[in-house]
């Protein structure tokens, strides 16, 4: 059963946060509780705090950042997470380099939960204005809400794990 999931992208400062706090927020909702966190595959925004443009559109939705500093992903993560779910193949080609033998399964592509988005990826909106922002939102959107009718179809409900953000 899934219960522990990360996210992961390239700082930590805009994708992976977003999609952890929606999930949070999402999960919430419908009762499923999760261990939930975000991490990078860099090293280079490490201690920094969200990106404000990721913070404004998640606020737009009605979704909270949980307090939240970049980290780089560690190798008790593999243990820690069920899911290790990358932003773009990059993210998870890396993830799968990093991961234990065992635990190279536990890697996926956020929007492969997704029948109609299988094999899209999230694109860094951190280049971008607002709108690429926006536009990275409505791509997490739908990956978390497919993840979750997964979730939701495996029997997760409330109660079966314990919240961590």
Known sequence: ??????????????????????????????????????????????????????????????????AHRARRVLPEDFARFDLLVGMTRAHCEALVRLAPADAAHKVRLLLDFSADHAGREVPDPWYGRQQAFVEAFGMIETGVEALLSVLEAAGCRAGQATARS
């Open 1 to 66: 059963m899934i219960r522990a999931i990360l996210f992961v992208c390239t700082g930590n400062i805009c994708r992976s946060p977003m999609a952890h706090a929606l999930l949070l927020r999402r999960a919430a909702d419908r009762g499923i509780v999760l261990i939930v966190d975000s991490a990078a595959t860099s090293a280079e925004e490490q201690g920094n705090q969200p990106d404000p443009r990721a913070v404004a559109e998640l606020e737009r939705h009605g979704v909270r950042m949980p």
